[in-house]
C-alpha cells in the first residue's frame, strides 16, 4: 500500500476530527432505540444476519431519498431545505422490491412514497368519495390507481419486504444512515447502498445554533454554516467495507456533471455513481464507474415508463458481479 503523502494523511485527519464533532455535537436520535429494535426485528425476519453472509443471504438494498433540512434553531421555526421530491428513491424503491431484494427505505418525512407515485397530490380528498355513513366510494378515474397501491404496498409489507425509516434534518439522516449501514454491515456484498438523498453540504453545528426563534429587526442575518463532512468515505471504510455503494451526483450545469461524478467515484471509492442533471433527471441518468460511462434513458414509447426501470436492472446486474467477485 503506498503511503500517504503529508496532506493526504492531514485531510484525512482533519475528515475524522469533523465526522466525530458532527455526531458528538449532533442532537440525538429521540427514537433511536426504536429504530434499533425496526431494524433488528425487520433482519431477522427475512433471515438476514451476520450468520447468513454465507453466499445464501437475500440482497438488501437501503434507498436513501428526499432531502435533509438544515434547521437554524434549535427549537426550530426556520430551516434550509432542497427541491428534493423523493421520486427517485420511491420509484427505485419499487423498482428494486420487484427485482427481489429487500429495501430499507430512508426517507425524508413528507416525499413521494413507493407505490404512491400514479397517485393525485391530495389522494385522500380526491381519490375518495363520501356516499353515506358506511359507504366511500374510488371516485373514477382514480379506483385502478387506488387498487394498484394499496395491493402493492400491501403485498411488500404483509412479507415484510420493506421498512420505512423517517428522516427530517441533516442530524437524523446521518446517525441513522450510521445506524442501518453498522447493522447491515455482517451481510456483506449482498448489502447495498444506493444513496439518492439530497444531502446538506451546510449546516450550523447544534453548538453554534440559536436556541430561540431568531428575531428579525435589527438588519441582515449574518450567520455562519460549516461544511458537512462528507460521510460516503466513512461509509466506504468504516461503516459498511463490503457493501455496494452507489451515490448520485446531481449538477445544473452538465459541462461539469461527468467530471464530478468522476471525482466522487475516486474520492469516496464508490462502486458506482449515478450522474444526473437538475432538469432532466427524470429522462437520463449516466451510469459511471471506474471502467464505463452509461446512458441510462427512460423508454419514452412506453406510456408510464421510469428511467429507474433500465436504472435498476443494470445496478442488480452488476451487483450480483460484486456478490461473485466478492464470494470467490
Ligand atoms: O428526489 P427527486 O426525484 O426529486 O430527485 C432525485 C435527486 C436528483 C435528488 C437524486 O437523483 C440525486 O442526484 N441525489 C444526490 C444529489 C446530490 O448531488 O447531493
Known sequence: ???????????????????????DSAPPLKNSLEITDKLKEFLDKNSLSADAGDGRANRIVCVTSGGTTVPLEQRCVRYIDNFASGHRGAASTEYFLKAGYVVIFLYRRGTCQPYCRSLPADPF????????ESHIKVREPHSEAVKMAISDHQNV??????????????FEYLQMLQMVATSLRGLGPHAMFYLAAAVSDFYV??????????????????MSLVQVPKMLAVLRKEWAPFAYC????????????????????????????????????NEEVVVVTGDEKVSVCRDKTQ??????DPLIKLLVEKHAIHIVDSCS
Open 1 to 23: 500500500m503506498a503511503a500517504k503523502n503529508g496532506s493526504e494523511a492531514a485531510e484525512e485527519h482533519t475528515s475524522s476530527a469533523e465526522i466525530r464533532s458532527f455526531f
Open 125 to 132: 380528498l380526491e381519490c375518495f368519495e363520501f356516499i353515506d
Open 157 to 170: 409489507v404483509e412479507k415484510g419486504q420493506l421498512l420505512k425509516l423517517p428522516f427530517t434534518t441533516i
Open 205 to 222: 453545528p447544534w453548538k453554534s445554533m440559536a436556541e430561540h426563534k431568531i428575531q428579525s429587526g435589527s438588519g441582515p442575518l449574518d
Open 246 to 281: 452507489i451515490s448520485f451526483k446531481l449538477e445544473t450545469d452538465k459541462n461539469i456533471l461527468l467530471k464530478k461524478a468522476d471525482m466522487a467515484l475516486s474520492k469516496y471509492k464508490m462502486h458506482v455513481v449515478v450522474a444526473n442533471e437538475l432538469s432532466t433527471r
Open 303 to 308: 406510456v408510464g415508463c421510469d428511467v429507474e
